[in-house]
């Protein structure tokens, strides 16, 4: 079903905008805002629609942090890992966000709840380490901030 989905969505997206090779990013935003991820089912499909081979596609989807490979969990907690935050002990966070909300940085918990991912400078530098849960900026985190976080992704 989800395979079916893809490939339409990739043949009325070719057939609408083209299917030369500087389509693919376009295609990809594309798929990342209507499916949520771009898979190897999608990697193939793509390489095929625009005569590309599927290491081109897969080397263009893993080189930017915002394609995902699988599906997101129903809460996203970002965590910015950019200069300002660093200074300002984003590492150290990293790692207690990875405890508080029990999911390695960069995966989706098993019971799908939560996505943990790097993001680089939400423009907020001067009130780091800043995160994004579900898209709304968090200032200031700090351990009080990630249990309210933790509260918040558990519902
Ligand atoms: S470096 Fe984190 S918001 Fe800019």
Same mark, same amino acid.
């Given at each position: 079903?989800?395979?079916?989905?893809? &490939?339409?969505?990739?043949? !009325?997206?070719?057939?609408? +905008?083209?299917?030369? #090779?500087?389509?693919?990013?376009?295609?990809?935003? =594309?798929?990342?805002?209507?499916?949520?991820?771009?898979?190897? *089912?999608?990697? $193939?499909?793509? &390489?095929? @629609?625009?005569?590309?081979?599927? &290491? !081109?596609? +897969? /080397?263009?989807?893993?080189?930017? +942090?915002?394609?995902?490979?699988?599906?997101?969990?129903? +809460?996203?907690? $970002?965590?910015?890992?950019?200069?300002?935050?660093?200074?300002?002990?984003?590492?150290?966070?990293? @790692?207690?966000?990875?405890?508080?909300?029990?999911?390695? =940085?960069?995966?989706?918990?098993?019971?799908?709840?939560?996505?943990?991912?790097?993001?680089?400078?939400? /423009?907020?530098?001067?009130?780091?380490? *800043?995160?994004?849960?579900?898209? #709304?900026?968090?200032?200031?985190? !700090?351990?009080?901030?990630?249990?309210?976080?933790?509260?918040?992704?558990?519902?």
């Amino acid at each position: 079903m989800q395979q079916e989905e893809t &490939a339409r969505l990739i043949e !009325d997206w070719t057939q609408t +905008h083209g299917r030369t #090779r500087d389509r693919l990013l376009p295609l990809l935003h =594309m798929l990342q805002e209507e499916i949520g991820f771009i898979d190897g *089912n999608a990697i $193939k499909i793509i &390489a095929e @629609k625009l005569n590309l081979t599927r &290491a !081109d596609v +897969h /080397g263009v989807v893993t080189f930017y +942090h915002d394609f995902r490979r699988a599906p997101a969990g129903r +809460h996203v907690v $970002k965590l910015c890992r950019a200069e300002s935050c660093q200074a300002r002990g984003a590492a150290a966070m990293e @790692k207690a966000a990875a405890e508080r909300l029990g999911v390695p =940085m960069g995966e989706t918990r098993p019971d799908g709840q939560v996505t943990l991912e790097p993001i680089y400078c939400l /423009g907020l530098c001067a009130v780091g380490p *800043n995160a994004l849960v579900d898209g #709304r900026p968090v200032a200031r985190i !700090d351990a009080a901030a990630l249990d309210r976080i933790a509260q918040e992704v558990a519902a």
